[in-house]
């Protein structure tokens, strides 16, 4: 029903504009409505524009400041237009937690000279700060940099993320009903080839990775540790011995005659030859 909704009105205007108020005049599932201009878009049907916002509830201490002004405006109100004022006097003036919020945000906004007496750098500020709130209760959109300043002075909280479609219009495969397209080659398609519209095949896609064998765990270990040798500088010595004579795998180590690893279950032995291999 979207589809054919969708479809229907590109045929005879130019652009839906916002899905979000498409949706709403025909009585439309927002949800179903993004799914289906995502799907002609992927067939080229029509061509749209990804839409993101997000919705912002004031906090306790946002609510306050809407409504009465923020620290920082009431601490520049009370410093006196010509001349200067106490720090002990503006703090015996304010509220505690607006003199403590206000002689910090006041001089980050360059509104005042701060010292043992405190003085007006301008004459005239506008709370931009109760602004930017007020314009968030009425639900209008503020940008990034501004949400994010409140956002970090937790005035504002994060309550809904929505996302949609702007600028939808016809694309380059745009057709009033979407058509059916044979996606296998079976022998009566094939047979029948003319007559139907295939979907495009993508013959350089890779197919599914094939799964192969992996290293034991013991041989990952004796990896990582022939390459801690070898980054400390240490060479492997090149050898195709894989069985050894007992001088050289026992007696140029020092190894103990009574050693358990000279045993006949540590150890293999070659029938009539002094060679031998010790099993690690």
Not at 195 to 202: H, I
Not at 263 to 279: A, P, R
Request: hydrophobic share 35%; aromatic share 12%; proline share 4%.
């Amino acid at each position: 029903m979207a589809e054919e909704a969708i479809l229907g009105f590109l045929q005879n205007n130019d652009e839906i504009a916002h899905s979000g108020y498409f949706a709403a005049e025909h009585n439309l599932d927002h949800e179903e409505v993004k799914n289906v201009i995502k799907s002609l878009q992927a067939f080229r049907y029509i061509e749209a524009k990804v839409l993101k916002r997000e919705f912002f509830d004031l906090t306790d201490e946002g609510k306050k400041y809407a409504a009465e002004g923020s620290p920082e405006f009431h601490f520049f109100s009370a410093v006196p237009e010509e001349g200067t004022i106490s720090m002990d006097d503006l703090q015996r003036m304010l509220d505690p937690f607006v003199f403590d919020v206000g002689s910090k945000q006041a001089p980050k906004k360059k509104w005042v000279a701060m010292g043992q007496q405190v003085s007006r750098t301008v004459q005239h500020v506008e709370d931009k700060v109760k602004e930017m709130l007020l314009q968030i209760q009425q639900g209008l959109e503020l940008d990034q940099e501004t949400l994010k300043s409140l956002k970090y002075r937790k005035l504002i909280i994060l309550t809904e993320k929505w996302s949609g479609y702007s600028e939808v219009k016809k694309g380059p495969n745009y057709a009033p009903k979407r058509r059916s397209l044979a996606t296998d080659l079976t022998r009566e398609n094939l047979q029948n080839w003319q007559e139907l519209d295939f979907k495009e095949y993508n013959v350089n896609a890779k197919g599914q990775p094939v799964d192969s064998g992996h290293l034991h765990p013991l041989l990952k270990v004796r990896k990582q540790f022939k390459d801690i040798f070898c980054q400390m500088g240490f060479e492997e010595m090149p050898t195709n011995n894989f069985v050894e004579s007992s001088f050289w795998n026992f007696d140029a180590l020092f190894q103990p005659q009574q050693h358990p690893a000279r045993d006949s279950h540590d150890t293999f032995f070659l029938k009539g030859s002094m060679l031998e291999s010790s099993v690690t």
